[in-house]
């Protein structure tokens, strides 16, 4: 998977063009599946990283609620005792709040932490692009933790915003614990205790939590047992707030106030950019499970019904294999950087490129097969394969379990466009 964190636009504001970017960056590993739009499990950390730059915790995420209460049962999350000076909670509010300044969140997440030393805080305000965030370095006198606080919003009731607070699967994001909670206001907040690198080479702990709201406000909280995201020694067995401190720092009244002062831009969608009129609406994991040779593979894991991006890990007896798939409209710009020498066009004018090779990202013996086609019209299928159940894992055999041949029907399949 490309390496996303150095990005500094968020995730769904570029979506669409990361989606290009993607195929157009194309080789053996790459493939343009996981980078353009892992929609279940990768997706909202992708987002996430693609959404700070810099800074003791570059990852858009997290604080933490000694002092907060999650919402009463009255339907509404009560104000808690840190502000940022917006009228949001009041009856009469104007249309368009202050902004609120970073130095304003800062003031706000220190607040809110329990007792302890807060150092090294970065933010931006809600008039700042590509959107307010806080973090820092808090340490209760255990040792040194990354905490951060990203603010957006997400289309209420869209896809994205399911998938925020939806844990995901263990192929792409290795974890130890998820669950998701509605609260009483109808807020759903997922927690989820995790690692920062999925290959787990360090020790590094990365728990976090997501919390959307009914009308799309999105805070989302990130803490690590390290004084930064990376390239920090480990200074404690865990990240310093627990699953239920993160729930409620997530349902702090503070966040949302500061997300109602931050300006929509003109043009730019709240949630997924990508138009629903265009979207690819075939579900992609039942559609690929269907298309296997009948009665050859057992199936552990899939993706469940998202469209766009979906994956199984099949098992022939020999082995467990991840394939993948995305699903792609309107991909005709890109086409000339994704076949070139090598690629095949058929006699209706849909392309195809086959690349076989070294997994980049995987383990001892991974390798990847890959089969991407394009139809004229631009609409786009590509398959990938690995010889191992997962992106990070040693292989479980030698080749993959479906030849490039049947990789290459699959994709060609009209029921992808149905």
Same mark, same amino acid.
């Given at each position: ?52 730059? $810099? ?7 997290? %604080? ?51 007792? $302890? ?7 931006? %305000? ?68 995790? *690692?920062? *690198? ?17 009308? $799309? &406000? ?92 979906? *994956? ?11 394939? &993948? ?14 076949? %070139?020498?090598?690629? &095949? ?43 191992? $159940? ?15 041949? &049947? ?12």
């Amino acid at each position: 998977m490309p390496d996303v964190e150095q990005h500094s636009d968020p995730f769904e504001e570029q979506l669409s063009a990361d989606l290009r970017r993607a195929g157009a960056g194309f080789d053996a590993d790459r493939a343009a599946l996981v980078a353009a739009g892992a929609v279940r499990g990768r997706r909202r950390m992708l987002r996430r990283r693609a959404a700070v730059v $810099g800074g003791a915790a570059s990852l858009a995420l997290v %604080g933490l609620g000694g002092a907060l209460l999650l919402p009463g049962g009255n339907g509404s999350a009560p104000r808690d005792e840190a502000t940022v000076g917006t009228s949001g909670n009041s009856a009469t509010a104007a249309p368009a709040p202050d902004p609120v300044s970073g130095d304003a969140l800062i003031r706000a997440l220190e607040k809110l932490l329990p007792e $302890g030393k807060f150092s090294k805080a970065e933010a931006r %305000g809600t008039d700042e692009e590509p959107g307010p965030y806080v973090s820092g370095v808090y340490d209760d006198g255990k040792g040194a933790a990354a905490i951060a606080v990203s603010l957006g919003r997400v289309q209420p009731g869209s896809d994205e915003a399911r998938q925020t607070t939806e844990c995901p699967g263990k192929v792409f994001t290795h974890y130890d614990t998820c669950g998701t909670t509605r609260l009483p206001d109808s807020s759903v907040v997922m927690v989820l205790q995790g *690692y920062e *690198y999925p290959d787990r080479r360090v020790d590094t702990k990365l728990w976090s939590a997501e919390l959307v709201t009914p009308e $799309g &406000q999105h805070i989302g909280i990130s803490e690590w047992n390290a004084a930064a995201e990376k390239d920090a020694p480990v200074t404690r067995p865990e990240p310093p707030l627990s699953p239920a401190a993160l729930r409620q720092l997530a349902a702090a009244r503070v966040w949302r106030d500061a997300i109602d002062a931050t300006p929509e831009v003109p043009g730019r969608p709240a949630g997924d950019p990508t138009p629903t009129a265009t979207r690819p609406a075939v579900a992609v994991a039942p559609t690929l499970r269907g298309l296997l040779p009948k009665g050859r593979f057992t199936v552990s894991e899939d993706s469940g019904d998202d469209t766009g991006f979906g *994956y199984l890990v099949v098992d022939d007896g020999k082995g467990k294999c991840l394939v &993948q798939v995305n699903v792609q409209d309107d991909m005709s710009d890109v086409a000339g950087d994704l076949f %070139g020498s090598g690629s &095949q066009t058929l006699p209706d004018g849909t392309r195809v490129a086959v690349h076989q090779g070294p997994s980049e990202k995987g383990g001892a013996g991974a390798v990847m097969w890959t089969v991407d086609t394009m139809r004229g019209d631009g609409r786009r299928v590509v398959i990938s394969e690995l010889n191992s $159940g997962a992106p990070h894992d040693a292989a479980t055999r030698g080749t993959p379990a479906l030849s490039v041949e &049947q990789l290459r029907a699959i994709a060609l399949s009209p029921r992808w466009w149905r």
